[in-house]
């Protein structure tokens, strides 16, 4: 029988938080992550607001050199890995070097070296690119780095697979540590898309809610109201370890990582499946990989765009999966808070997942004013809300179709 599959250290970086304990905190309180956009100049956009990482400095993480040669969504997934490298103690004994995964996912890369070295290029001529431009956008980038960093000589990539990128990297991480592959994994993902082309391109599929900025009670995943996403960034970053390895050095386990499961809508490129046919099939397989019932799940933090479409899919996806269970389950969007942070978002809600296992508590979905009769579930509106979870989804669906699910389980 395989090893069970545990959770022994989280780093998170994002709107909420420089750490984990902050953003927890945050999201208990329902704080809105959302401003204006101070990376830019939006004057000229429609939408002025994000989701932006605040008062984050790289130099306390890297030498002045290091941080010029690594792109921001590199800098966020650094300093997040740190972070749950130092929580979980991980070590390596002799040649265990090869035993260790550095899984960190990206749905776009460093987009804002990309964009800027173009400008470069195209005002001072292809002799200025900075000769550390590849490095600095391959989506692989942050992986490599981490594993440099760290010294881990294992499995070393990126899944790009759009909003669902991060939860499919800790999926894949799941399937390798039960496969015998490799004994532990630092995993997660990484995205810091808040750049001109990035606001202007999401912007321009209809996406990003365009409420003025003296209107932040934006996004409303599930409200009536709801008009888009609003862009986040961020990165999250777990160690996963095989129980026997991790019992044996003496770890803190927060959680077990108990299942996990993916597909594909078939459908369209950017919108749904409109009966959530692909999410329903990865929550019930993601379910039965982890040896559970659906009675087992307490909670499932949702993907909760609060675009119209996504909202309204992943409601039908729920209650087709669980039937008239569904409407006894929780489900939250804590998007509501850290708005969407691309690759990352999976990695940062299932570390919500995680807490909400351990600490008997569910965030909540800020925002939430009118109801939507398409949208009839319990969203956990504007509080969080004490429960005992014994295991608990997290959904990550993407552009491309992709649905990527997560059991987290309490761990005994």
């Not at 004994?93 to 776009?108: L, N």
């Not at 019930?284 to 309204?312: C, F, K, M, Q, W």
């Not at 351990?358 to 925002?367: F, S």
Request: glycine share 10%; aromatic share 6%.
């Amino acid at each position: 029988m395989s090893d069970k599959v545990v959770i022994t250290g989280m780093g998170a970086v994002n709107p909420l938080g420089l750490n984990v304990k902050i953003t927890w905190e945050n999201a208990l309180r329902g704080v809105s992550g959302i401003g204006p956009i101070t990376q830019f100049d939006p004057s000229e956009f429609q939408v002025k607001f994000a989701c932006e990482v605040k008062n984050f400095d790289p130099e306390g993480y890297l030498p002045p050199k290091e941080v010029r040669r690594r792109d921001r969504f590199e800098q966020l997934a650094t300093a997040a890995a740190r972070e749950a490298i130092s929580q979980s103690g991980l070590t390596l004994e002799e040649d265990e070097s090869g035993r260790v995964a550095v899984i960190v996912s990206s749905a776009i890369g460093g987009l804002r070296s990309f964009e800027d070295n173009i400008a470069i290029a195209q005002e001072s001529g292809p002799r200025r690119l900075s000769p550390f431009i590849i490095p600095m956008f391959m989506v692989n980038g942050a992986a490599g780095l981490i594993a440099i960093d760290e010294g881990y000589q294992g499995p070393c990539f990126s899944i790009s697979s759009a909003c669902a990128s991060g939860a499919d990297g800790i999926g894949m991480a799941w399937v390798m540590i039960r496969a015998g592959m490799i004994d532990a994994a630092v995993v997660g993902g990484s995205d810091a898309t808040i750049t001109p082309f990035g606001v202007a391109a999401f912007d321009r599929i209809g996406a990003i809610s365009r409420r003025g900025v003296d209107q932040l009670n934006t996004p409303q995943p599930f409200d009536l109201h709801r008009d888009g996403l609003v862009m986040g960034e961020g990165a999250a970053i777990l160690v996963l370890e095989k129980e026997s390895r991790a019992r044996k050095r003496g770890a803190e386990i927060f959680a077990e990582l108990a299942g996990y499961a993916a597909t594909a809508d078939a459908f369209h490129i950017t919108a749904p499946a409109e009966d959530g046919s692909g999410g329903s099939r990865a929550m019930r397989l993601a379910v039965e990989s982890a040896g559970l019932n659906l009675a087992d799940i307490g909670y499932i933090n949702a993907h909760g765009t609060a675009t119209p479409l996504n909202d309204i899919s992943e409601t039908r996806a729920i209650k087709a999966a669980f039937g008239e269970l569904a409407y006894d389950i929780p489900v939250s969007s804590t998007k509501s808070m850290t708005g969407h942070m691309m690759g990352a978002t999976g990695a940062l809600e299932a570390i919500f997942c995680i807490l909400a296992v351990r600490d008997k508590i569910i965030p909540p979905t800020i925002n939430y004013e009118t109801p939507d009769p398409e949208c009839d579930l319990d969203y956990v509106p504007n509080i969080p809300r004490e429960k005992r979870v014994k295991a608990a989804l997290s959904n990550s669906f993407g552009f491309g179709g992709h649905n990527a699910v997560l059991v987290i389980k309490e761990y005994n």
